[in-house]
């Protein structure tokens, strides 16, 4: 069963970083793509960032090209989400998860997600 645990959110003027962190188990974690999404209240999730099993590949929605960098540490089962010149409208849940499917411009996940980590930016 694959189970990940995101942490980092947090409290945020704009502007201002936050670094997330998703740790996963119950996968062969350096064999699959892994992607960040978010979901803002009221709205549907979307897929933020992704990246393939070796970093060689990734994707970043428009919104945040630019700002944020994605990365991973397969000695650690971890993956990253560096979220620089953070907006009011970055303000989401933040969830981590598997991807079954990465290109140029798309990412689609696996259905299995965790709790997710609350990003608030205050202008």
């Known amino acids: 069963q694959v189970q990940v645990v995101e942490s980092g959110g947090g409290l945020v003027q704009a502007g201002g970083s936050l670094r997330l962190s998703c740790t996963a188990s119950g996968l062969t974690f350096d064999a699959n793509a892994m992607g960040w999404f978010r979901q803002a209240p009221g709205n549907e999730r979307e897929a933020v960032s992704c990246?393939?099993?070796?970093?060689?590949?990734?994707y970043y929605a428009d919104s945040v090209k630019g700002r944020f960098t994605i990365s991973r540490d397969n000695a650690k089962n971890t993956l990253y989400l560096q979220m620089n010149s953070l907006k009011p409208e970055d303000t989401a849940m933040y969830y981590c998860?598997?991807?079954?499917?990465?290109?140029?411009?798309?990412?689609?996940?696996?259905?299995?997600w965790g709790q997710g980590t609350l990003v608030t930016v205050s202008s």
């Open positions: 998860a598997p991807v079954q499917g990465l290109g140029t411009s798309y990412c689609i996940a696996f259905d299995a």
């Open positions: 990246i393939n099993w070796n970093g060689g590949s990734t």
